[in-house]
Nanobody, 118 residues
Framework: VELVESGGGLVQAGGSARLSCIASGNFLTVLDMAWYRQRQGKEREWVATIATHGRTRYAESVKDRFKISRDNAKHMVFLQMNNVNPEDTAVYYC?????????????WGQGTLVTVSS
């Protein structure tokens, strides 16, 4: 199983960015998908989660600015980031709970860097 993120880069403060993550490999299905981020010198922190049926949860720091969505048919998760600020600068990681029918396992992507310029 492999998770690959894309969409990072340099964004101006107040602007928007859209991250994507696709899960590939031999598995039954993908359950919860989530985004985390790690700012320089800080621990990795949770950003948002979306369940298979679409229920979403957000960290307070991004609520009302970021939107998580998914495409179950393509095993993809997205993060629409709006009104970004320099505090959003981080490496963003996607995480997926992969269902192998007899067990579940968490997988992580390699991360994509988002840099917000002031």
């Amino acid at each position: 199983v492999e998770l690959v993120e894309s969409g990072g880069g340099l964004v101006q403060a107040g602007g928007s960015a859209r991250l994507s993550c696709i899960a590939s490999g031999n598995f039954l299905t993908v359950l919860d998908m989530a985004w985390y981020r790690q700012r320089q010198g800080k621990e990795r922190e949770w950003v948002a989660t979306i369940a298979t049926h679409g229920r979403t949860r957000y960290a307070e720091s991004v609520k009302d600015r970021f939107k998580i969505s998914r495409d179950n048919a393509k095993h993809m998760v997205f993060l629409q980031m709006n009104n970004v600020n320099p505090e959003d600068t981080a490496v963003y990681y996607c995480k997926a709970v992969i269902d192998f029918e007899v067990y579940y396992q968490d997988y992580w992507g390699q991360g994509t860097l988002v840099t917000v310029s002031s």
